[in-house]
């Protein structure tokens, strides 16, 4: 018997000083996964509405117009509850909904970002090599360049011809579309090839997009597919050969936002990083009822993934402009809004992969299911590049969670010696704002097609519901 007792003390105290560590398979009720299944079916029309930051940013505001959300007029007075946005130059999006207390005691502010790695054509992309039209590229973002040939590829972005006219594009998207495509050589002769090493398995100069290949028939000079191919763009879209010089063309792949596992437990899509955080840290602000207790402020930025560099990135000042005619408004100066506010940096981390687990170091890890991720600092080898939220903070946002029942799990990017990366979590941290990433963790991140589980979808969705209506 005393045997006995001693195991029952080892387990209880085991579950007493032990940190729990949960599946939200098994902490979920059957309601709330049945919840979780629903909110992603929004998250995936979300997702093939929006490849692009200007057309996330879009349909970011049609469902804030819809939900009540007006444009924001710095000469207006707004009251608590009132709902408002301004876009930045179409590529990103600052919501807020105005809270009880006056700016002067700072802003819940979520930033996520909607731009995501692809092909951009070059300012001067059309040529014909051999009979074969293409477009050149230089590829935005990180990504494994070997993941993109043989991927059917959509083209999206605008062309501001010679007159000054915008041109919209989004081709390959429709079924009766065309695709575009990057080839890559058959592994009969690909014994060069395979000598390279992987980073080099395909140059960037090598991301060429093949777009054509008949003649224009009435020529028989040279070049008659690059002609070809120019007449159907000038019919299609009225541009010219030197209106690629004023576009902004993105290559992304043309598939769209699918149910993955015979569960259909997981989401797969291109773009997750960062339109899963993105469309979570909306969803929250539009579901804010009624006035929060301190303004409630979504981020939907662009240009993370070079870097948040650029005027629609977070090292600009739009944000923190956005942010001083918030407080001008009740007389409150700016640096008094920032600095008494919190930020949630809403981002994707790494999740485990049980294939590649070198990398990782378990204990520290994501894990795809185990619900949202808080990663206290990001960076790389001596948490270089990082905001390294403060202990104060991280405690702060984890009895937030825990009050509020949301499922969260600890993340960091991989082992110390082994790379790294960063988010806007330091950009917004230098405004002097307490700031902590927090997101979903991705399987393939970065690659064409990113898993994603649902459950931690929903956490997160929570876990900015729960920070607007956090008090702190
Ligand atoms: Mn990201
Ligand atoms: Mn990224």
């Not at 469902?63 to 007006?70: D, S």
Request: charged share 30%.
């Amino acid at each position: 018997m005393a045997k006995k007792e001693k195991k029952t003390d080892a387990g209880e105290l085991k579950e007493k000083l032990f940190m729990k560590r949960v599946n939200t398979g098994f902490e979920m009720s059957e309601g709330d996964i049945a919840k979780a299944d629903k909110f992603c079916e929004g998250y995936k029309v979300f997702l093939d509405a929006g490849k692009t930051e200007r057309e996330a940013c879009a349909e970011a505001v049609r469902l804030a117009e819809a939900a009540g959300f007006v444009p924001f007029d710095k000469s207006a007075k707004y009251k608590p509850g009132d709902r408002v946005y301004r876009v930045n130059r179409g590529k990103a999006i600052i919501l807020a909904v105005i809270g009880k207390k006056t700016p002067d005691h700072g802003v819940n502010l979520a930033a996520a970002h909607i731009d995501s790695p692809r092909l951009d054509l070059k300012q001067n992309p059309l040529y014909e090599n051999e009979g074969l039209a293409y477009f050149k590229t230089h590829y935005y973002g990180g990504i494994k360049k070997y993941q993109w040939p043989v991927t059917p590829l959509a083209l999206h972005g605008v062309i501001y011809k010679a007159d000054g006219e915008r041109v919209d594009v989004k081709l390959g998207e429709d079924e009766s579309d065309p695709v575009l495509v990057v080839t890559d050589i058959l592994p009969h002769l690909a014994d060069e090839q395979y000598k390279r090493p992987a980073s080099k398995l395909i140059k960037g100069e090598e991301l060429n997009i093949l777009i054509g290949s008949r003649p224009f028939r009435d020529d028989k000079a040279s070049e008659a597919v690059k002609l070809g191919i120019m007449c159907i763009l000038n019919e299609k879209y009225g541009i010219t050969e030197s209106d690629f010089i004023s576009a902004e063309l993105e290559c992304v792949p043309a598939f769209k936002a699918k149910d993955v596992g015979f569960d259909r437990s997981m989401v797969g899509a291109y773009g997750q990083d960062d339109r899963v955080c993105a469309y979570t840290a909306l969803q929250a602000i539009l579901a804010v009822k009624g006035a929060p207790d301190r303004t409630a402020v979504t981020v939907l930025t662009d240009k993370e993934e070079i870097g948040s560099e650029g005027n629609t990135g977070l090292r600009s000042a739009y944000m923190k402009y956005f942010l001083y005619d918030l407080g001008e408004m009740y007389g409150v100066d700016g640096r008094t809004v920032l600095s008494n506010s919190k930020c949630l940096s809403a981002d994707v981390n790494a999740a485990f992969d049980p294939t590649f687990s070198e990398p990782f170091e378990k204990l520290n890890a994501s894990y795809a299911g185990r619900g949202v991720v808080v990663t206290k600092y990001t960076g790389s080898r001596g948490k270089s590049g990082t905001n390294d939220s403060s202990a104060e903070y991280v405690s702060e946002i984890r009895r937030m969670l825990d009050k509020d029942g949301v499922i969260w799990q600890t993340g960091e990017l991989g082992k110390v010696d082994f790379g790294g990366g960063g988010t806007v979590a330091m950009y917004v941290a230098n405004l002097d704002i307490d700031t902590i990433d927090i997101g979903v963790p991705v399987l393939s991140m970065h690659a064409p097609f990113e898993i994603t589980a649902k459950n931690d979808i929903y956490m997160a969705f929570r876990a900015f519901k729960s920070f607007f209506a956090h008090k702190g």
